[in-house]
C-alpha cells in the first residue's frame, strides 16, 4: 500500500507572489511559422473547389468513386488508383433543420443543413452542407434534386466554402 504524499518538498509558489513580482518571470510571444498539410486525397480534392470542380477518388477493386477522395479504399483496404471529377449535382441523403447559430444563440431563419450524395459518386458518397434558395423548409424531401452555387471564381480559396450553398433543381 502506498503512502499518500501531504507535502512535496520545495517551496509553494503562489499566485500572489507572481503578481507582486516576488517571483522572477519571462513573457515571450513566438513567432511561430508552420504548415499543415491536408494530404494526397485532401489536397487535390480543395484544390479543384478553386476550379469549381469536385475531385472524388477511385478504387478499382471495389468500383467505388468516392467523394471526398481518400488515398486508400476503406472497404478493402487498397491503395485508390485515380482521381475523377463528379457532378456538382446530386440528391439530399438526410438533412437537418437548425434554430441554433455557430456560437449557440437562437435564430429566426433556420440554418438547412444536408448531406448531399453527388451524381458519379458511389452510393452514399456524398459530402455536408448548407441548404440555399428554400423558402419553405418543410417542402425539403429525401431525395430532393439540388446543384451547387458556387462562388465567383476570384474569390474562391480552395476550401468547401468555395460552393455556397446547394439549391434545389426545378421539377421538370
Known sequence: ???KIKHYPGEEVKSRDIKDGKIPTVKFRPNVKYLWSA????SRYLEGFKEG??????????????VPPRAFCEQCFKPTDAYTNVKDTGTINTYSVSYVAGDASRIEKP???AVIELDGASKGMGILHLLGEVNDWK????????KAVWKPPEKRTGAITDIKYFKPLKES
Open 53 to 66: 470542380r469536385i475531385t472524388a477518388s477511385t478504387c478499382n477493386k471495389c468500383r467505388r468513386t468516392m
Open 1 to 3: 500500500m502506498s503512502a
Open 39 to 42: 494530404g494526397i486525397a485532401m
Open 111 to 113: 440554418i438547412l443543413v
Open 139 to 146: 417542402k425539403i424531401k429525401f431525395g430532393m434534386r439540388v
